[in-house]
């Protein structure tokens, strides 16, 4: 398996982990950030996106959800969206 592929499988994993409460969110934020051979195989608004990300999921964090503007299913579920269209990305080869 390609390096990217192991960290974005990694990614995938924590995400569950996140959504099941038995990781937190600065650590998976953390672990985001440090896929670096993942990042680098995709083009470089994925890196954007997955940053903007992870500063609302860290900001809801820091509030109850009735405080915060921003969902944190919400957050999760764009997550997932974010690393399902980063595996059709390294599925295809095309990081431009």
């Known amino acids: 398996m390609h390096p990217a592929q192991q960290q974005l499988a990694a990614l995938t994993g924590a995400l569950q982990q996140?959504?099941?409460d038995t990781l937190a969110v600065a650590a998976?934020?953390?672990l985001a950030q440090?896929?670096?051979g993942l990042l680098a195989a995709l083009p470089?608004?994925?890196a954007t996106v997955l940053q903007q990300l992870l500063d609302r999921?860290?900001?809801?964090?820091?509030?109850s959800e009735e405080s915060c503007s921003f969902s944190q299913k919400e957050l999760l579920?764009?997550?997932q969206q974010w690393l399902?269209?980063?595996?059709?990305?390294?599925d295809k080869?095309?990081?431009a």
């Open 84 to 90: 399902e269209h980063a595996q059709l990305r390294l």
């Open 93 to 95: 080869g095309d990081t």
């Open 34 to 36: 440090n896929q670096t």
């Open 44 to 46: 470089p608004q994925f």
């Open 77 to 79: 579920d764009s997550l």
């Open 28 to 30: 998976f934020s953390r």
């Open 18 to 20: 996140l959504r099941g």
């Open 57 to 63: 999921l860290e900001s809801a964090a820091l509030f």
